[in-house]
T-cell receptor, first 118, second 111 residues
Framework: GAVVSQHPSRVICKSGTSVKIECRSLDFQATTMFWYRQFPKQSLMLMATSNEGSKATYEQGVEKDKFLINHASLTLSTLTVTSAHPEDSSFYIC??????????????FGPGTRLTVL | DAKTTQPTSMDCAEGRAANLPCNHSTISGNEYVYWYRQIHSQGPQYIIHGLKNNETNEMASLIITEDRKSSTLILPHATLRDTAVYYCIVTLSGNTGKLIFGQGTTLQVKP
């Protein structure tokens, strides 16, 4: 089946620094990737939709200048949390949709990245 | 906002069938029903999806009512590894659909 990887799996950083998270589709081309955030004991919240070669579309309430998304190739999207603060500590999960032109909306999820901001 | 309603939690005995209900009374004609599950601290895993016909795969069966206002995910022989949060999601197909996760059902499979 389709595999999506994320790197790093865990990151701890100091307040005020920026953190980059990578999401890769390993065996398929993903024209669309999605970024989610999940706080403890809560559901996943969609942050943004990323299409290869174009600007990301952010969900309402998500700061685009704080969460920079780049989808430079069909297999890689990156999320940069700029000037991270403790309230940004969360589980960040990406997903990728196969760009093979299929009808369905099946998304393949990465294993997630645990961000802790001290 | 999520368009589905699911019970917060359910228990199931190991080896028995787990039946997880989902209400989606406002579903439109071109929206599909998708089921994903999330095991603790992992990314969600696709289970099954359907439009109006019942569907079955190696993981589960999906039963959709004739009026499409509700559905049931069936895990025929639940194991301890099936303990997870199960999400029922209604979305458009193709390139316009997004997955909006509700609170899901926490299924606890007990020995």
């Amino acid at each position: 089946g389709a595999v999506v990887s994320q790197h790093p799996s865990r990151v701890i950083c100091k307040s005020g620094t920026s953190v980059k998270i990578e999401c890769r589709s390993l065996d398929f081309q993903a024209t669309t990737m999605f970024w989610y955030r999940q706080f403890p004991k809560q559901s996943l919240m969609l942050m943004a939709t990323s299409n290869e070669g174009s600007k990301a579309t952010y969900e309402q309430g998500v700061e685009k200048d704080k969460f920079l998304i780049n989808h430079a190739s069909l297999t890689l999207s990156t999320l940069t949390v700029t000037s991270a603060h403790p309230e940004d500590s969360s589980f960040y999960i990406c997903s990728a949709r196969d760009g093979g032109g299929g009808l369905y909306n099946e998304q393949f999820f990465g294993p997630g990245t645990r961000l802790t901001v001290l | 906002d999520a368009k589905t309603t699911q019970p917060t939690s359910m228990d199931c005995a190991e080896g028995r069938a787990a039946n997880l209900p989902c209400n989606h009374s406002t579903i439109s004609g071109n929206e599909y029903v998708y089921w994903y599950r999330q095991i603790h601290s992992q990314g969600p895993q696709y289970i099954i999806h359907g439009l109006k016909n019942n569907e079955t795969n190696e993981m589960a069966s999906l039963i959709i009512t004739e009026d499409r206002k509700s559905s049931t995910l069936i895990l025929p022989h639940a194991t301890l590894r099936d303990t997870a949060v199960y999400y029922c999601i209604v979305t458009l197909s193709g390139n316009t659909g997004k997955l909006i996760f509700g609170q899901g059902t926490t299924l606890q499979v007990k020995p």
